[in-house]
Each structure stands twice: as structure tokens, then as C-alpha cells.
């Protein structure tokens, strides 16, 4: 099975998306759905997808179980819940028994919006993580350079719990990269329970100025440091779109993934994810 482990839905005409206001986002600020996302899967070989979610709301996570219901091509929920919450376990215990609920794999929080570099940190935060491994989810960190200090120590402090890195953390690549992000990708990669996704890539390059031989460099790291077994493909549909279409993004990282060599490729492309989000 081919994965794409990253893509997003969503509608601004029926709900707020605080990070969508920017100027230069206006090419995505408009409806993505199932129905927009079927024909790029087909056209890209891309067997099934993993939902993520865009805002801090329960009712965007609900709606998308609902989706994941009525849809076969999604096969897992990365959604959110308040990690904050003394509650949580019951909510997701809840969101369990909604339709779609065996689909919910993971939890995110857009964790480099928060003025906190530590938020991860927060006493009551970890409390939201303890009880969201006690039922077997995964969690994704959204995280910047800046916050890769509280996710390593996150990771450290939860060895038993599988996380996924979005985005690579978002190298700096428009700049050129830096060290900071390179030796902070080496420390929580060897923490040994967390995968990398290679997706986003191509927006925090120059968008109109980017190529496979840009990103290569990211990858490569990446690869070395989490292996071949920890590497995830995601193509970040529809946010990608700002810098490529779905298969100039999908050939990029194959292109990349492929010079590491097949059986990095192939892996990243879905047996990662699967074990990464316990998929079945």
C-alpha cells in the first residue's frame, strides 16, 4: 500500500483557521475536500491517506472521523484534543465510539504557534500525553527549530511512545539550512521512537525558486538520521500547493528518496506509516 501519511481538509466559508490569514495564503484559502483529493491520489499512484488536522478544535477532529467513515481512501485521523484538558482520556474515549473512531491514530497540537518554547514541557501538557499513550495513539510534533529542545526531552521522557516529526521540523531552507536544526534533528532522532515525515519541504523553500537538488540536503540528513526505517512520505496537500502541484511535490521527494537508495523509498512511501500510526 502507498501512503500519503500528510494531507489536510478544510473549509474558511465554516470555520476560522487563524494561520490561514496571511496575505500569501490566499491560493488556499478556499474549500479542499475528499472529493478534490481523489483524482491527485489516483493520477499519483497513492493507494490511501492520513488526515491531519489544521485547527484547534474537537469539532474539526469529530468531522473528520465522520469523513474517514465515508471514506476508504483515508485510513487514519490525526486529529486534535486539548492536551491541557484533566479530561482527556474520556474524550478520546469518546471520539472512540463516533463513527470513524477506529481510524483516529494520533493527536497534534500546532505546538510553534504557542509563545512557550517549552509548552511541551507544561506539567499539564504531559499529563494529556501520559493518558493519550495509555490508549495507543501516536502523537506528531509540529514543531519549529525553536521548540526541538522540548521535543527532544519529550521524547526522552516517553520511551515507550511512538512520535512522528512533521514536516522535518521545518528546515530552514530558503536560508539555507542551519546548524541549530541539524544537530537538533540528530539528538531527537536518536531518541529511537520518533519517525520523520519528508513532507512540507517545498514550502520552506522560495516557493517559485526550488527544485529536488534543493531539498536533497534535508532528506539526505534526515535519512541518516532516522534510517531507513523512520522516514515517512507526506505530500502536505493542499498547503504544497503554494509552492507546487501535488505531483511536481510527490515526484520531488521520490527523486530525493529514491538517490538513498529503493528500499528508502519504498518504505517511506508506506510501510513506515503503518508502523509508525500502528495502521492495519
Same mark, same amino acid.
Given at each position: 500500500?502507498?501512503?500519503?501519511?500528510?494531507?489536510?481538509?478544510?473549509?474558511?466559508?465554516?470555520? %476560522?483557521?487563524?494561520?490561514?490569514?496571511?496575505?500569501?495564503?490566499?491560493?488556499?484559502?478556499?474549500?479542499?475536500?475528499?472529493?478534490?483529493?481523489?483524482?491527485?491520489?489516483?493520477?499519483?499512484?497513492?493507494?490511501?491517506?492520513?488526515?491531519?488536522?489544521?485547527?484547534?478544535?474537537?469539532?474539526?477532529? *469529530? *468531522?473528520?472521523?465522520?469523513?474517514?467513515?465515508?471514506?476508504?481512501?483515508?485510513?487514519?485521523?490525526?486529529?486534535?484534543?486539548?492536551?491541557?484538558? /484533566?479530561?482527556?482520556?474520556?474524550?478520546?474515549?469518546?471520539?472512540?465510539?463516533?463513527?470513524?473512531?477506529?481510524?483516529? @491514530?494520533?493527536?497534534?497540537?500546532?505546538?510553534?504557534?504557542?509563545?512557550?518554547?517549552?509548552?511541551?514541557?507544561?506539567?499539564?501538557?504531559?499529563? /494529556?500525553?501520559?493518558?493519550?499513550?495509555?490508549?495507543?495513539?501516536?502523537?506528531? =510534533?509540529?514543531?519549529?527549530?525553536?521548540?526541538?529542545?522540548?521535543?527532544?526531552?519529550?521524547?526522552?521522557?516517553?520511551?515507550?511512545?511512538?512520535? @512522528?516529526?512533521?514536516?522535518?521540523?521545518?528546515?530552514?531552507?530558503?536560508?539555507?539550512?542551519?546548524?541549530?536544526?541539524?544537530?537538533?534533528?540528530?539528538?531527537?532522532?536518536?531518541?529511537? %521512537?520518533?519517525?520523520?515525515?519528508?513532507?512540507?519541504?517545498?514550502?520552506?523553500?522560495?516557493? %517559485?525558486?526550488?527544485?529536488?537538488?534543493?531539498? =536533497?540536503?534535508?532528506?539526505?540528513?534526515?535519512?541518516?538520521? =532516522? /534510517?531507513?526505517?523512520?522516514?515517512?512520505?507526506?505530500?502536505?496537500?493542499?498547503?504544497?500547493?503554494?509552492? /507546487?502541484?501535488?505531483?511536481?511535490?510527490?515526484?520531488?521527494? *521520490?527523486?530525493?528518496?529514491?538517490?538513498?537508495?529503493?528500499?528508502?523509498?519504498?518504505?517511506?512511501?508506506?510501510?513506515?506509516?503503518?508502523?509508525?500510526?500502528?495502521? @492495519?
Amino acid at each position: 500500500m502507498i501512503i500519503d501519511a500528510h494531507q489536510h481538509f478544510w473549509d474558511p466559508a465554516r470555520a %476560522n483557521y487563524p494561520w490561514m490569514e496571511a496575505p500569501e495564503l490566499t491560493p488556499i484559502r478556499r474549500a479542499f475536500g475528499p472529493a478534490n483529493l481523489a483524482p491527485l491520489l489516483k493520477a499519483n499512484g497513492i493507494d490511501a491517506s492520513i488526515v491531519v488536522q489544521c485547527r484547534s478544535a474537537l469539532e474539526e477532529t *469529530e *468531522e473528520f472521523l465522520r469523513i474517514a467513515h465515508a471514506t476508504p481512501s483515508v485510513i487514519g485521523v490525526v486529529g486534535w484534543a486539548d492536551l491541557t484538558d /484533566g479530561d482527556l482520556g474520556d474524550t478520546l474515549d469518546r471520539l472512540r465510539t463516533l463513527p470513524g473512531g477506529d481510524k483516529l @491514530v494520533g493527536i497534534r497540537h500546532q505546538v510553534h504557534d504557542e509563545l512557550d518554547a517549552d509548552w511541551l514541557l507544561r506539567e499539564d501538557v504531559q499529563q /494529556g500525553l501520559t493518558a493519550m499513550f495509555a490508549r495507543d495513539l501516536t502523537y506528531d =510534533f509540529l514543531v519549529r527549530t525553536r521548540e526541538l529542545p522540548a521535543a527532544i526531552a519529550t521524547a526522552q521522557a516517553f520511551p515507550q511512545a511512538r512520535f @512522528v516529526l512533521d514536516h522535518a521540523a521545518k528546515p530552514p531552507i530558503a536560508g539555507g539550512g542551519c546548524d541549530e536544526w541539524t544537530n537538533h534533528i540528530a539528538t531527537l532522532a536518536a531518541c529511537g %521512537n520518533v519517525w520523520c515525515k519528508i513532507s512540507g519541504l517545498a514550502t520552506e523553500a522560495i516557493w %517559485n525558486d526550488w527544485d529536488a537538488e534543493r531539498l =536533497f540536503p534535508f532528506v539526505a540528513h534526515a535519512a541518516k538520521c =532516522f /534510517g531507513e526505517d523512520r522516514l515517512i512520505f507526506g505530500s502536505d496537500w493542499p498547503v504544497c500547493l503554494l509552492a /507546487g502541484s501535488y505531483c511536481e511535490i510527490k515526484d520531488a521527494l *521520490e527523486a530525493c528518496l529514491a538517490r538513498l537508495g529503493g528500499q528508502v523509498r519504498e518504505k517511506a512511501f508506506g510501510v513506515n506509516a503503518m508502523a509508525a500510526y500502528r495502521l @492495519v
